[in-house]
C-alpha cells in the first residue's frame, strides 16, 4: 500500500468544468472518503486517480511514483465499482482469480485448455486458486466459488467485488459507491464489514459516497467536495463539528441543520433571532446562525422563540420535533428530543425553543463560517440576557 | 372471473357438491371463451402453415405430377429413388459445403466489420450502411449485376485476375470454381446483417467490465476482447449461426440465376433440386420427398436454435 497524492488536478468536460484545482493527500493506509452531492466531481477524481479518466492538468502520485503516464492496468490499484462489474460469464472463482491471472500468467498460459500445458503455469496457478481461496474465506464466500455473478444476491455479488480488489497486494483500494446498490439493512452491515477490512488490512482506502452517514461512519477522514471543489477535509467530529462553509453544515448531518437568519446588534456583536436576543455574539458579518438539532431545547412553557408544533417523528430512541417559528413563518426548526417526549401527540400545539450558544455556528453572506461564541458561559435562555 | 383463480386448497374447504358443479361450469365457460378467441388464429395457422405442410407430407408418399387429375398412393417409393439418385446426394453434399463456407465465413467478417466499425470515433453511420446494402437489395437483381461481374469477356472480376496472370475464365462456368464462388457471394450478401447483429450485442456489453478488466491489469486489445468480448457476444453469435445456417440452407437465387444448378451439377442445392423437380420436370411428388428431407434439416437447426439459445448462453 501507498500514498496517493492528488495535486492541483483540473478536470474539464466539454465546456463544464468538473474538477478545478483539486488537492489531498491520502496518507499511507488512510480512510479517506470523498463525499458530495451528485454532480460533485467525486467520481471524477476516483476515475483519474485510477488512470479510466485523465487530467487535464495537474498530477497523481502514488507513493513516490507520478502515474499520469501510465495506464490504470499498471498503476496497481483495485476497484470495487458501484455496478461491480463482475464478469457475467465466469464463476466467483474465475472472477477473485482474474487480477492476479492477469499479473502471473501470460496471453498463451491464459489460454483455455493448452494454456494448463505450458510450462510454469501449474504453479502459478496453484498460488492463485489459494489466494483465491483465503480471500473468500475471508469474506465468507467460500460456498459460492462455483457460482456464476448471475445467481447471487447483491450483498454477495458486492462481496464478490470486494475480493477481486483484495486478492492481490495492491497500492490503494478505489470505492466508487460501492454501497448504493443494496437494501437499507445490508447497507449497514457492509459498512461494518468494510470498515472491519480496512482496520485488518490497514491499507489505503478512498471511498467515494453521497451518504454522509458512510462516510461518517468509515472514515479517518473525510473529504467533502462541492461543485468540482475540496471545500474541507477533516476526521468526522472536525467535518461535523467545525465545516468552514455552511454547504458544508448542510450536507454533513442528519437531520439537516437548522439555518436561521439573523440581525447583528451594533453595541454588543449580539445575534438578534427573530426579535429576541440570542445568547450569541457574532463577527459584526455574520448573516445567519447554523444550530444542530441535537443543540435545540423544545419546551412546551418557555424558551427563545415561540412556535408551532408542525410535525414530530418518533424514532424509538428519540423524537424529531419540527417547529414553525411565529416570528419568522418561513423557517421550520428541527430539534431532537429525547426518549418518550411524547411530541407527536401535540402536533398542532404551541411550543417553544431555546439553543446552546455554545454550539451555535456563524456564517457570513457567502456562506463562509465566521466567529461566534455564547455571550454568557452559562447555558442561557436568551431572554434573561437579552434583559440582563 | 376472479373465483377462477382461487387455490385448490381454498376451494376444497368452501365447496359443496353444488358449489363445485358451479365453479366446474364457470371453468368450462372461461376455456371455451378463451378457446373462441384463439380459433381464428388457429384457423389461420391451419389453413396457412399445418395444412400446406401435410400436404406436401402426404403428397410424397403418392405419385402425383403436376397438372394429373388423379393420384396413387406408392407408399416411400419416392424416398427409396430418393437414396439410388445421385443428383440428391450431389445437392445434399453442396448445401453442406454451401452452408458450412458461408457460416463461419460470414461470421467472423461480420464480427471483423463490427469490431471495426465500433472502434471509429467518425462515419459509423456511413460504413453500417455500406455494409448493410447488400442485406436490402433483392439478391435476383445483384445477382444479375454478379453475372455481369463475372462474365469471362467483360466482366470486371475475370479482367482483373487476367491482369494478375490468372486465365480470363468465367469461374462460375468451371466445375472445380463455381460453388466457391456462390459462397463468396452468399457471404457478401449476409455479412452486413450478421455485422448488425454483432453490433447491437456489442452495444450492449457494458462498458464497466472492460474498466475492471483494465484494473485488473489487462490492458492489450487481444486481452479485452477474449476475455469480455467473444464470451460476452456468445448468444448473438449462437444466434448469428442458427440465423445464418437456415438462409444458406435455402440458397436459391443466385444458383438460379448464375448456374441453375451447372456445370456438371457442380451447383446443384437442395432447393434448386426441389424447384427442377416439382417444376421443370413437374415430378411433384418427388419434389415434396425431397423437402421433407429439408424440413427435417431445418427442424433439427430450430431444435438446437430453441435448446441453446434459450438455455445454455445466457449468462444474467
Known amino acids: 500500500m501507498a500514498e496517493v497524492q492528488i495535486r492541483n488536478v483540473s478536470k474539464r468536460f466539454g465546456t463544464t468544468t468538473v474538477l478545478e484545482n483539486a488537492s489531498l493527500t491520502i496518507s499511507k493506509g488512510e480512510f479517506v472518503s470523498l463525499i458530495g452531492p451528485s454532480g460533485c466531481g467525486k467520481s471524477t477524481l476516483l476515475r483519474i486517480i485510477s488512470g479510466l479518466e485523465v487530467q487535464d492538468t495537474g498530477q497523481i502520485v502514488i507513493g513516490d511514483r507520478t502515474v499520469d503516464d501510465l495506464r490504470p492496468s499498471a498503476r496497481n490499484l483495485a476497484m470495487v465499482f458501484q455496478s461491480y462489474a463482475l464478469y457475467p460469464h465466469l464463476n466467483v472463482a474465475s472472477n477473485i482469480a482474474m487480477p492476479l491471472r492477469m499479473q502471473r500468467l501470460n496471453g498463451f498460459q491464459r489460454l483455455p485448455v493448452i494454456g494448463r500445458f505450458l510450462p510454469g503455469s501449474a504453479t502459478a496457478n496453484d498460488g492463485i486458486a489459494r489466494q483465491v481461496r483465503d480471500a473468500a474465506e475471508m469474506l465468507d464466500i467460500s460456498h459460492l466459488l462455483e457460482r456464476k455473478p448471475g445467481q447471487l444476491s447483491g450483498g454477495q455479488r458486492q462481496r464478490v467485488a470486494v475480493g477481486r480488489a483484495l486478492v492481490r497486494d495492491p497500492a490503494a483500494f478505489l470505492l466508487d459507491e460501492p454501497l448504493s446498490n443494496l437494501d437499507a439493512k445490508l447497507r449497514v452491515h457492509m459498512r461494518t464489514e468494510i470498515a472491519q477490512l480496512h482496520r485488518r488490512l490497514k491499507a489505503t482506502f478512498i471511498y467515494v459516497t453521497h451518504d454522509q452517514v458512510e462516510a461518517m461512519t ?171 | ?101 458461408v457460416v463461419p465465413g460470414s461470421l467472423l467478417l461480420g464480427l471483423g466489420a463490427a469490431l471495426l466499425i465500433e472502434s471509429l470515433t467518425r462515419g459509423k453511420a456511413f460504413w453500417r450502411a455500406v455494409y448493410f446494402l447488400p442485406v436490402m437489395a433483392t439478391l435476383i437483381a445483384m445477382a444479375i449485376v454478379w453475372e455481369f461481374m463475372m462474365s469471362a469477356r467483360f466482366g470486371i472480376i475475370p479482367q482483373t485476375l487476367a491482369l494478375l496472370g490468372f486465365p480470363a475464365k468465367n469461374w462460375l462456368q468451371e466445375t472445380a470454381t463455381a460453388l466457391p464462388v456462390l459462397c463468396i457471394i452468399g457471404i457478401w450478401q449476409s455479412l452486413g446483417f450478421n455485422m448488425v447483429l454483432f453490433m447491437a450485442g456489442l452495444s450492449g456489453i457494458p462498458r464497466t467490465l472492460y ?14 476482447f477474449w476475455t469480455i468480448t467473444w464470451p460476452m457476444l456468445a448468444p448473438v453469435t449462437m444466434f448469428v449461426v442458427i440465423i445464418t445456417a437456415i438462409r444458406s440452407f435455402q440458397v436459391f437465387d443466385t444458383v438460379h440465376v448464375l448456374t441453375k444448378g451447372g456445370p456438371n451439377n457442380a451447383t446443384m442445392v437442395l432447393i434448386y433440386q426441389i424447384y427442377q423437380e416439382g417444376f421443370d420436370f413437374f415430378r411433384s411428388s418427388y419434389a415434396a420427398a425431397l423437402t421433407v428431407v429439408f424440413l427435417v434439416f431445418i427442424f433439427i437447426l430450430t431444435v438446437i436454435k430453441a435448446r441453446t439459445i434459450e438455455n445454455k448462453v445466457h449468462y444474467s
Not at chain 2, 92 to 99: A, C, D, G
Not at chain 2, 211 to 224: M, V
Request: net charge negative; hydrophobic share 45%; aromatic share 6%.
Open chain 2, 211 to 224: 474498466e475492471a478488466l483494465e484494473l485488473d491489469g489487462g490492458s492489450s486489445a487481444w486481452t479485452r
Open chain 2, 1 to 101: 372471473m376472479a373465483d377462477i383463480t382461487l387455490s385448490p386448497d381454498r376451494l376444497q374447504r368452501t365447496q359443496t357438491p353444488a358449489t363445485r358443479r358451479r365453479a366446474s361450469l364457470r371453468n368450462f365457460k372461461a376455456q371455451g371463451l378463451a378457446w373462441m378467441l384463439a380459433l381464428p388464429a388457429l384457423f389461420l395457422m391451419a389453413m396457412l402453415l399445418l395444412g400446406p405442410l401435410l400436404a406436401v407430407v402426404v403428397l410424397s408418399f403418392t405419385d402425383y405430377s403436376l397438372g394429373n387429375a388423379s393420384l396413387d398412393w406408392r407408399g416411400l417409393d419416392n424416398y427409396q429413388a430418393m437414396l439410388g439418385d445421385d443428383i440428391f446426394y450431389k445437392s445434399i453434399s453442396n448445401t453442406l459445403v454451401y452452408v458450412g463456407i
Open chain 1, 218 to 388: 468509515m472514515s479517518d477522514r473525510i473529504a467533502v467536495m462541492m461543485d468540482g471543489d475540496i471545500i474541507q477535509v477533516g476526521t468526522p467530529d472536525e467535518v461535523y463539528d467545525q465545516p468552514v462553509d455552511i454547504r458544508v453544515a448542510e450536507f454533513i448531518g442528519s437531520p439537516k441543520i437548522n439555518v436561521v437568519p439573523v440581525d447583528i446588534e451594533a453595541a454588543r456583536g449580539m445575534a438578534v433571532l427573530a426579535g429576541a436576543a440570542s445568547g450569541v455574539v457574532t463577527d459584526p458579518s455574520a448573516v445567519s446562525l447554523g444550530i444542530r438539532p441535537e443543540a435545540i431545547t423544545v419546551s412546551s412553557s418557555s424558551g427563545l422563540a415561540a412556535g408551532i408544533v408542525e410535525h414530530a417523528e418518533n424514532l424509538g430512541s428519540e423524537e424529531y420535533v419540527q417547529v414553525r417559528l411565529d416570528a419568522l413563518p418561513e423557517i421550520v426548526i428541527t430539534a431532537r428530543a429525547g426518549h418518550g417526549t411524547g411530541w407527536t401527540r401535540r402536533i398542532g400545539s404551541a411550543a417553544h425553543v431555546s439553543f446552546d450558544g455554545n454550539r451555535a455556528l456563524a456564517f457570513d453572506s457567502a456562506g463562509r463560517r465566521v466567529a461566534c461564541r455564547a455571550y454568557a458561559p452559562r447555558h442561557v435562555g436568551g431572554k434573561a440576557v437579552a434583559n440582563g
